[in-house]
Nanobody
Framework: QVQLVESGGGLVQAGGSLRLSCAASGGSFSSYIMGWFRQAPGKERELVAR????????YYVNSEKGRFTISRDNAKNTVYLQMNSLKPVDTAVYYC????????????WGQGTQVTVSS
């Protein structure tokens, strides 16, 4: 059974940085699309960044590009989300997800990790 486990969340002051990790196990993710999502209370879950495992190509949503960086470590089967210049509006539960192709649905999800940014 494929599994994703997030870690690295916590409490940080505005302007600070965090690096989230998503450890993948239980199968081969070499052809998968990986994504970081977030969901704040009362809001819809939204895509933050996306990465194709096979070639490392990335995609960022709106203004998050420049503050957030998605990357991978093939040896560790881990995807990261580096978050810099954090703002209180970034406060949310952050989820790692995976799908087999760009056209597929996101069908593998981690448990989420809480990120809280104080002002």
């Amino acid at each position: 059974q494929v599994q994703l486990v997030e870690s690295g969340g916590g409490l940080v002051q505005a302007g600070g940085s965090l690096r989230l990790s998503c450890a993948a196990s239980g199968g081969s993710f070499s052809s998968y699309i990986m994504g970081w999502f977030r969901q704040a209370p009362g809001k819809e879950r939204e895509l933050v960044a996306r990465l194709a495992w096979n070639d490392g190509s990335t995609y960022y949503v709106n203004s998050e590009k420049g503050r957030f960086t998605i990357s991978r470590d093939n040896a560790k089967n881990t995807v990261y989300l580096q978050m810099n210049s954090l703002k209180p509006v970034d406060t949310a539960v952050y989820y790692c997800a995976a799908k087999r192709s760009y056209g597929a649905s996101w069908d593998v999800w981690g448990q989420g990790t809480q990120v809280t940014v104080s002002s």
